[in-house]
Every structure is written in C-alpha cells, then in structure tokens.
C-alpha cells in the first residue's frame, strides 16, 4: 500500500551514469566505452576470483583439484558475455550499456534472478526449516507451506491488480501464468466450467457445440486455446473491426444470433485491450451490454494494454472493464517487468478452484494445521509453478503505482511525438488515422521512386510491400536500430513502432525516422 505514496523513479537514482545522457537508438554511443566497461570488470573479476590475496588466509587458498573458483569464473564471464551480446545484430553491438535494457537492468533483472535463485525467503518459513526445497533449488509456488512469502506477495498483488480493475474492494480470483497466452487459456477454460461444469469431468461431450468469439485483429493465441481445449479452432468466430482495429458491436450481436439459429452455445467473448499490431481497445461497455444480453463470458485481454490501468491519464480507454468477468494483464510487456510475469484475473472468487483443483492427497491435504485456502497451487494447471511474483512485487514497492503512471505516461507522449512527427511529413502515411490508443505507431514509409505513383495499382502495393523489410534488413547490416513490420488484412507490409521503454528519448525518435529516410530514400 505504500508503493502509491512512493514517488521514487528510477531516473532519480540512475541519471547521473553518462549513458543516460544518450538515446539507445543513436549511433554516437561510444564503443570505446564499451572496451572500458569490460576492461574494467575483467579487473575486478581477476580480484574477485583469482585470490590473489588468498595467502593471508590459507583456508581460502585453492588448490588445483578446487573446481569451484573456475566454475565461478566461467559463470561469471559467460553472464557477462552473455549480457553483452544481447542487442547484437550482426556482430554490432547497438549500445553500450544497451539503453533499451538500462531501465530494467537496475530495477528488475536483478530482481528475477533473485527470485529465482532465492530459496532463502522460502526457508524463511518456520514450516520449512529442514524442507529439501530450502537452499536446494529455486523456489517453487505450489503450497503456502513452501513458499509462503511469495503466496502472501501474490495474493497481495493480485487483489491490488483487481483493485485497479475496480471490482468491489479487490474481491476475486486470480494466479500468476507463464504469460497471456496461458492466461488467455484460462479465461476459456473457466468460462466452460462457469456455463457447463460437467466438462471438467465427462468432458466435452457433456456440453453442446460451444463458441468463442474475437476479434479478427486477434492475437493468436485464442485460436490455440480453441484447438488446445478441444472447442476446435472452427468454434472460434471472427469479429469484423473498424478502421482503427476496434471491434464492431453489432457485428458481434449478429453473429451470436447466427450462432444460436445454428444451434450451437454462444459461450464466450474476447474483447481486446490495447491490441498488438493496432494496439486497439475495443469498446468495453457495448460488448458488455451484448454478453449481458446473451448470458455470455466477457473475457478482456489486457495482456499488452494492461499497464493502462496504472495510468490516470489513459485508464478511460478500459472504461468497462469492471464488468468482465476475467482479465490478462501482462506485466511483463508494457510494464517492463522480465518475462515471465502475467495474471488471469477472475470477477468471481472460488471458480477458479472449482475448475482447476483436483486435490492431490500429497500436495493439498486438507487437514493441514493452517488455513489450506492458501494453497493457491491447486488453481493453476501447473503443478510446480515459478516465482513470477517477487520482480513485480520489489518493482511495485520501488516504484509506486505513480512511477508506473509516469512509465506509461512517458511511453505514450513519445509515441504521440512519433505520430505527430511523421502524420503530415512527406513520405509517410499513416495506417489508420487519429491518435493512437495505445504506444503503437503504424505507418508506411514511401521512397521517392514510388511517391506520385497511383497507390491503387497492383505494382505500387507490390512495392511498397517490400520496402519496410527492406529497410529493417538495412538497418540490422548496419547494426543502428530496428523496428517491427508486419502486413494486416488488405494491407500490405507496414512499420510498427511500439515504444515501452520510458527511458528513450525524443532524439531516439529523431534517431528511427531519420534512419528509415537514411536507408530508405533509394530504394
Ligand atoms: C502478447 C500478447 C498475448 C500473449 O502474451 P504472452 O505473454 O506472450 O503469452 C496475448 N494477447 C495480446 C493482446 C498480446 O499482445
Ligand atoms: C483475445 O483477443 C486478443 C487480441 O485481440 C488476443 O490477444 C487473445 O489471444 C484473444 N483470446 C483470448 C482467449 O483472450
């Protein structure tokens, strides 16, 4: 609860590093500070580890057969080796330190490493002083016997993210998942078990054909839980959108009764929040309206939107949110948490339990001396479960709640910088038009050989088909920058710039556009 008083950013104790003074997009950063960097701690490994001044203490002398101290070694340098090879394209390095990463580096890497070495805070359970989980493995999250610390922490953090939501004092369920793609698969499951409960034990042949629906801008992962659930990706209807990638309403209240005069059970919608490629939110209250109507499943994916509901400025776009039943929100995207870190968030407390628990006499008993409600590990499909929790917990408590606003902030004004910057600059044309909802900029980049030709004509979408690979092809041989491309629908291929790194720069921005005009201008 303290973290929303918490004002602390991570700038304030970060600025002062000369890297902050550069952007991560642009070239100038210096790969002589990069030999310095190694140089320097290879020095402090050689102190660290060659024990130079072992001899003071012979009991920490090593000898020869001692393979502790050159495992440390190569651990140590092949982290490091491993580190500073990560924003390579091409044998290039892009920065160093890699500026992209700086933001997460400080606050959060640490963070999950620890998380997921630490058996420590597991044994720090009177229960489970002698416990072979104690300093012997990285902590599971099955029982509150084993890791009671983390269970607190992620009912804690879960009640806090409903509460964001705005269900009535938190109240509700939920589980940390390896991501939203398995979160999205909860959702689905616990709406068969909320409509046809015999599923979980006859199988689907205790239920009518079932249906979902989503929208046609869809992440795929939707379709793989129909397949992987055995709805069968035919039970999975599409939703036509409109020009900004949002969900047409009536199309979905017309394609339910399509549905139901086939006679199968419309059972499920998926309304997105802050899409992937458009990064589109789709108008929560009418699809309410129309589950309400129809006794449906109002599930909303807010797997790469979700960190807007942090922000005061931006929350508006979730405005019906509170009336879904389930939510994905991924902190491991938008909020810069590490992977892995998402939640399925449940409106109703129990169902979670109720669909996934099957009471495991040697994990679950029930006559346990505390309060079994704890062991949170029967509602997950997994049985032992990663920490996901303590690296958003720590980030949370670093931050505040008003630290991530400003994250968000941050990350959307750079793209409405992006956006404003190229909407009317000759060249450039923008996918859809407006503001974007969400951080993601998509738009074409036009050569000149191309510009004047009739965008209609077969042989203009060809080529303009080609040219963001192009360019982002150029960009990787010359090791500056990259930005994502993909086609949509009719459309042909476009870039989207997504921005969530609240630590780049306008000149970062400056740095992308006159990149693309570098290495796009002649083709
Ligand atoms: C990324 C994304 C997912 C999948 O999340 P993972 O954590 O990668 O599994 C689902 N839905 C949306 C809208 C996404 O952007
Ligand atoms: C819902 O839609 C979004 C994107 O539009 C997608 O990411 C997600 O996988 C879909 N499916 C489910 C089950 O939520």
Known sequence: TQAHTNTHTLCSTSCSSPCYTLGFLQKNNSLGEEGRLSGALS??????????????????????????????????????????????????????????????????????WRASTSSYLTSLSPLNKSSWTAGTRSSTAFTYEIAPVFVLMEQLTLKKMREMIGWPSGEGDGIFSPGGAISNMYSVMIARYKYFPDVKTKGMSAAPRLVLFTSEHSHYSIKKAGAALGFGSENVVLLSTDERGRVIPSDLEAKILDVKQKGYHP??????????????????????????????????????????????????????????????????????????????????????????????????????????????????????????????????????????EQHIDRCLDLSQYLYEKIRNREGYEMVFQGVPQHTNVCFWYIPPSLRGMDPNSQEYREKLHKVAPKIKALMMESGTTMVGYQPQGQKVNFFRMVISNPAALQSDIDFLIDEIERLGHGL
């Open 43 to 112: 020095e402090r490994q050689k102190n660290l580890f060659t024990c130079e001044n072992s001899d003071r203490d012979v009991r920490f002398r090593r000898t020869e057969t001692d393979f502790s101290n050159m495992f440390r070694k190569l651990l140590f340098s092949s982290c490091w080796n491993l580190w500073t090879s990560l924003p390579t394209i091409s044998g290039r390095r892009l920065t160093v330190p890699p500026r992209s990463l700086t933001s997460t580096i400080r606050t959060s890497y640490w963070r999950a």
């Open 267 to 404: 059972l499920f919608v998926n309304a997105t929040a802050g899409s992937t490629v458009y990064g589109a939110f789709d108008p929560i209250n009418e699809i309410a309206d129309i589950c309400e109507k129809y006794n449906m499943w109002l599930h909303v994916d807010g797997a790469w939107g979700g960190g807007l509901l942090m922000s005061r400025k931006h929350r508006h776009k979730f405005s019906g949110v509170e009336r879904a039943n389930s939510v994905t929100w991924n902190p491991h995207k938008m909020m810069g948490v590490p992977l892995q870190c998402s939640a399925i968030l449940v409106r109703e407390k129990g169902i979670l339990s109720g669909c996934n628990s099957m009471c495991a006499g040697y994990l679950f008993q029930p006559d346990k001396q505390y309060d079994v409600s704890f062991d949170t590990g029967d509602k997950a499909i997994q049985c032992g479960r990663h920490v996901d929790i303590f690296k958003f917990w720590l980030m949370w408590k670093a931050k505040g709640t008003i630290g991530f």
